[in-house]
């Protein structure tokens, strides 16, 4: 019986579409796309059009899009390029205590250069507190970097109002916003949200993993990470990616078309699974009555074998995770769990199930078979 794959807030599987638009792209499109020849400049006409497609995705400008390996790389760059380029402004930060560890880290590095950092938490329904946050803020603060959605229990942030909060005491902060967990769900319309910086990647929109997007308003001065032949007005030199990024761009349309109606069939699929879960003896739903993407489910399972309880459901042909994937070799249980008021020994026997695209009502039902065998 083929394994039932429940982890799409790690990475999704390639969508046809998009593959095909890659490997037309590898076949057509290998020249470098700052040749000035023929064979360059066709290559650089298709970067050009992914790029004004992500821009329409986020309802930016194509000047605003800059393409990277990675939404770790994103973050990084709008994190530590926008401090380090702004210090003379400010030197505080203010962001939460569940970020991304591509976020977390970030922050603790401005740390160790002497910016101060100041992380909210958030409430036992995974929120951070938008009128706590907004106080939080100084004169002395130059970014405040927050998830749409959290990658380890999918709760939604309120950016927009907290973007208006922060901008009404104080109009000069920039926002920055992680909303990879969200790209596939949630309007990443830009001007909505009020954000200045936003990242997302390829590898949770059945895109390619190795592409990450960076929107960057157009008055804000950021500097790059690393340096070479000034591609991408210099902030992201070397060269493109280009069957990679018509990847992206495929992908970015096909979710713009598919976003409404994904989100309600997920959701459905998702509720259907709380009720089977919640029939079990010894397994407890997280995080019910908070607001989350339609595809996310955390359980904690009281009783069982001990152990990995991922490694188990793997034996039983069903593929979770504990929390994000990017922190999935850490010993330590997930930070977001523990944010929210479990324990240790909670959080370690806590599993992440996430549907997509692909899932089905019989997916839904062996998972809940799996989990009904944990506690057997």
């Not at 298709?46 to 309802?59: I, K």
């Not at 970097?145 to 907290?162: K, T, W, Y």
């Not at 926002?175 to 990879?180: G, N, P, T, V, Y």
Request: proline share 5%; aromatic share 6%.
């Amino acid at each position: 019986m083929k394994p039932v794959y429940a982890d799409y807030a790690s990475a999704t599987p390639i969508e046809p579409a998009v593959s095909q638009a890659m490997h037309k792209a590898m076949a057509e499109l290998y020249a470098n796309p700052s040749s000035v020849h023929s064979f360059g400049q066709a290559a650089n006409v298709a970067l050009e059009r992914a790029r004004q497609e992500v821009a329409r995705f986020l309802n930016a400008n194509s000047d605003e899009v800059i393409f990277t390996s990675s939404a770790t790389e994103s973050n990084n760059l709008a994190i530590l390029g926008y401090a380090r380029a702004n210090r003379n402004s400010g030197d505080h930060i203010v962001s939460s205590t569940i970020e991304h560890p591509s976020v977390h880290n970030a922050m603790l590095a401005l740390e160790r250069d002497g910016f101060k950092v100041t992380l909210i938490k958030p409430d036992s329904d995974g929120l951070i507190d938008p009128e706590e946050l907004s106080w939080s803020v100084t004169a002395k603060t130059i970014l405040v970097s927050l998830h749409l959605a959290n990658s380890e229990i999918g709760v939604i942030h309120p950016i927009s109002d907290i973007s208006a909060k922060i901008k009404r005491r104080f109009g000069k902060i920039v926002l920055h916003c992680d909303a990879s967990q969200a790209a596939a769900w949630l309007d990443l319309n830009v001007s909505k949200l009020g954000v200045d910086l936003l990242s997302f990647n390829g590898s949770k929109i059945y895109a390619p993993h190795g592409q990450g997007v960076l929107y960057l308003r157009d008055s804000i001065n950021i500097s790059p990470l690393f340096y070479g032949g000034a591609q991408q007005q210099g902030l992201r030199s070397g060269t493109e990616d280009v069957p990679g990024i018509v990847g992206l761009c495929e992908a970015v349309k096909i979710v713009s078309q598919r976003r409404t109606r994904d989100f309600k069939r997920i959701r459905q699929l998702r509720d259907q699974l709380i009720k089977k879960v919640e029939r079990i003896y010894g397994v407890r739903v997280l995080l019910k009555n908070s607001p989350k993407l339609p595809n996310y489910l955390n359980v904690v399972v009281a009783d069982g074998p001990k152990g990995s309880l991922v490694n188990r459901l793997d034996e039983l042909n069903v593929a979770v995770s504990a929390g994000s994937a990017c922190s999935s070799r850490s010993l330590n249980p997930p930070q977001s769990l523990l944010e929210i008021g479990l324990s240790p020994e909670e959080a370690n026997r806590t599993v992440r199930i996430t549907l997509g695209r692909h899932s089905t009502k019989s997916d839904v039902d062996r998972i809940a078979i799996a989990l009904n065998k944990l506690v057997d």
